[in-house]
């Protein structure tokens, strides 16, 4: 069945530094979904990516999607100590399988 | 609009307790989800509901039974708790019948079981 990898696992980042996770799919997406996590919270929908080779925006956060739809990135620049949480991929091939996430703490 | 709410918010069960969570939405959203977060593991689907009156199992339906009450409501029961069933216990809802929509989650279930 299919199965979503999601890495690192865990990230320490001293603030301003650049964050990057990523997720990698058993098989060809339909789409992925980038969902933030606050300690303590509910995960939060951040973005949908549906095309091959889709780039995304928000702010600081960079979202792509690879060209054979297996494979998503999430980037952030200039981290601060908002962006802590983890951070999860959710893939969907008729079924919608989430990464085990990775966990983003910052140091001020 | 309170979105997703779930009750209650924390459980303490003893083994071979039996309970149910609650959930609903006020978004007119068609289908509802109940999954489970254990550390490490991401959030797994139990069961969902792509509408109204249907129900199906998802990747860990085991112990758990699920009730789609009307539009609003999904209910999810353990009819006799294990200690592998602690976990944060999360409801989402889906404006769509797939699940391949943006899913709104509740504030979650931190249940445990002794």
């Known amino acids: 069945g299919q199965q979503v990898m999601q890495i690192p696992q865990y990230q320490h980042v001293q603030e301003g530094e650049d964050f990057t996770t990523y997720c990698n799919s058993s098989t060809t997406l339909s789409n992925i979904q980038w969902y933030k996590q606050r300690p303590g919270g509910h995960p939060v929908f951040l973005i949908q990516l549906v095309k091959s080779g889709e780039v995304k925006k928000q702010k600081r956060l960079t979202f792509q999607f690879g060209e054979a739809k297996k494979n998503s990135s999430l980037h952030i620049t200039a981290t601060q100590t908002t962006d802590v949480g983890t951070y999860f991929c959710a893939g969907y091939d008729n079924d919608m399988r989430f990464g085990a996430g990775t966990r983003l703490t910052v140091k001020p | 609009n309170a979105g997703v709410t779930q009750t209650p918010k924390f459980q303490v069960l003893k083994t071979g307790q039996s309970m149910t969570l609650q959930c609903a939405q006020d978004m007119n959203h068609n289908s509802m989800y109940w999954y489970r977060q254990d550390p490490g593991m991401g959030l797994r689907l139990i069961y969902y509901?792509?509408?109204?009156?249907?129900?199906d199992k998802g990747e860990v339906p085991n112990g758990y039974n699920v009730s789609r009450l009307n539009k609003r409501e999904f209910s999810l029961r353990l009819e006799s708790a294990a200690p592998s069933q602690t976990s944060v216990y999360f409801c989402?809802?889906?404006?769509?019948?797939?699940?391949?929509?943006?899913?709104?989650f509740g504030p979650g279930t931190r249940l445990t079981v002794t």
């Open positions: 509901s792509a509408s109204e009156g249907t129900t």
């Open positions: 989402a809802s889906t404006r769509g019948p797939s699940k391949g929509y943006e899913q709104y």
